[in-house]
């Protein structure tokens, strides 16, 4: 059900980025139809609250405990040069100039900050958690929601100070549990919503990323050499 409402999620934005005029309910009636299914739950109905709209191009700001901050993009740093980031995890701000790949992809390990930094910047919703406090049924859970879906990416995020934490450009939600209701409002808001990303349009392959091999993230504080993240 979870895996079903993520996909349906991702498929209402892209209408929307494809400037569809169908909204709301009317919206989920129409992708209902086409996987064959009669009837729209009441958790869709009540998701259609956070879809981006003409009046309402950035509905995030309705989600409990939602912080947000504007960041300047195009700012970019080349590995091993680090960034002093002001949140953690961070969700904005001077980053790698290579990206991490976002294509659905969950990593079994810790990926360097600053390439998933640049994935933000091309509208993914990056989903990191405290390896320490989600393991089985709830690490499993927020993969099921990640994995195959595009512009969604998850990797554990060490030292995290809650279970877990997702991320947008310019946004970030930290949440107790995997079954927390925020964490699909949080992705219906702003997955690939052109209001509050820099780089409409921008893909989450890189050539230059090794998904199977990840750069590491690094635990150590940033030394005195570390850029600002604005």
Known sequence: MRSTTTALV??????????????????????????????????DRELTAFMPSEDNPDPSGAIPGIVRRDYDPGLHVVAPQRVAYDHSPPFGGRHDQVWANCNGVVYPTAVRTEH???????????????PD?????????????????????????PGLDQPISLQSWGHQLKVPTADDERIDQFIT?????????????A??????????APPPFDPTPPGPDAQPPI
């Not at 998933?116 to 405290?130: P, R």
């Not at 879906?149 to 995020?157: D, F, I, N, Q």
């Not at 808001?189 to 349009?201: D, F, K, R, S, V």
């Open 133 to 157: 406090r989600v393991t089985g049924d709830e690490r499993a859970k927020l993969a099921e929601r990640v994995e195959g879906k595009p512009y969604l990416v998850m990797s554990p995020y």
């Open 10 to 43: 991702i498929a209402l934005v892209s209408v929307l980025v494809a400037g569809a005029g169908l909204t709301g309910v009317a919206l989920l009636t129409a992708e209902r139809a086409v996987a064959g299914q009669a009837t729209v739950s009441e958790r």
């Open 203 to 212: 893909p989450c392959d890189s050539i230059g990323f090794d998904q199977d």
């Open 189 to 201: 808001a702003l997955l690939l919503n052109p209001a509050t990303y820099p780089e409409p349009g």
């Open 116 to 130: 998933l930094v640049h994935s933000l910047e091309h509208g993914s919703v990056w989903i990191a958690y405290n």
